[in-house]
């Protein structure tokens, strides 16, 4: 008799990704946890309901290994992400590299190489941030690889349909997680939502689907008055924000 399909959820070792793995498990799902860190994984194995693989995002030929040795799944919730939060002429290409490789590229590749595993009515929720829908100085690169994937994703979501697939995008603010425990977010801290409440609206935009979901009724002023003041304005109230920030 074949294995019940799980629910695959990238970057579960910490963060949102781990609670989600709990939250998802507490309710008797199955989880295929990922994540680089051995030792947090097998933190999770102690779930009866999550089985934990290691996957590295940074090396592409890891990522096909990882698809073509999966079983079949019911859903995947694409959580993985790293951030950089400095001014750009602080960091250098290696590091733009490595953002870019893990929001974005190895998440087109694992979507790409991991349909044939999707089941009928299969779900991909990809895990975006109220940073790709607003510019965001000091996490260009960040902002730029989420509103690549909020794009990315709301396109793909009308494709797939035809094919019983559906896909959401999740987009957060700030969430308190190892992450953002960094010392240019800590004047920004408490604007940082708990991870478990997040978690919590994850899942709901599992269950649901929709095509955008922004959680947080702060988050979702924002993502309103961004349709409707100039983008140029949005990124210089946000500099001014950050700057301020940055500086207490």
């Known amino acids: 008799m074949a294995s019940p399909s799980k629910i695959l959820i990238t970057g579960a070792t910490s963060g949102l990704g781990r609670e989600m793995a709990v939250q998802l498990a507490a309710r008797g799902e199955r989880v295929l946890a990922t994540g680089r860190r051995v030792e947090r994984l097998a933190e999770l194995e102690t779930y009866a309901e999550i089985e934990t693989r290691s996957l590295d995002l940074s090396a592409s030929t890891e990522i096909s290994k990882f698809c073509s040795d999966t079983p079949s799944l019911s859903g995947a919730i694409l959580n993985a992400g790293i951030t950089f939060a400095d001014p ?3 960091g250098d290409f290696e590091t733009d590299s490595a953002l870019i490789q893990t929001n974005v590229t190895a998440n087109v590749q694992l979507i790409r190489e ?10 991909i929720l990809i895990i975006a941030s109220l940073g790709g829908l607003t510019p965001l100085p000091y996490q260009s690169v960040y902002a730029g690889t989420k509103a690549f994937m909020i794009n990315f994703g709301l396109s793909l979501r ?3 349909k035809h094919d019983n ?6 987009a957060p603010g700030g969430i308190k997680t190892e ?12 604007d940082l939502a708990p991870v478990a409440d997040v978690a919590a609206a994850a899942i709901k935009a599992y269950d649901k689907m929709p095509a955008l979901s922004v959680p947080g009724a702060q988050n979702k002023l924002i993502a309103g008055l961004s349709k409707l003041a100039p983008r140029s304005f949005v990124a210089s109230q ?11």
């Open 158 to 160: 009308e494709e797939l």
């Open 114 to 123: 991991l349909l044939p595993a999707l089941t009928n009515n299969g779900r």
């Open 88 to 90: 750009f002429i602080s």
């Open 238 to 248: 946000a500099e001014k924000i950050y700057r301020k920030a940055r500086d207490s």
């Open 179 to 190: 992450m953002t425990n960094i010392p240019a977010m800590k004047a920004l801290e408490k």
């Open 165 to 170: 697939i559906k896909v959401g995008v999740f």
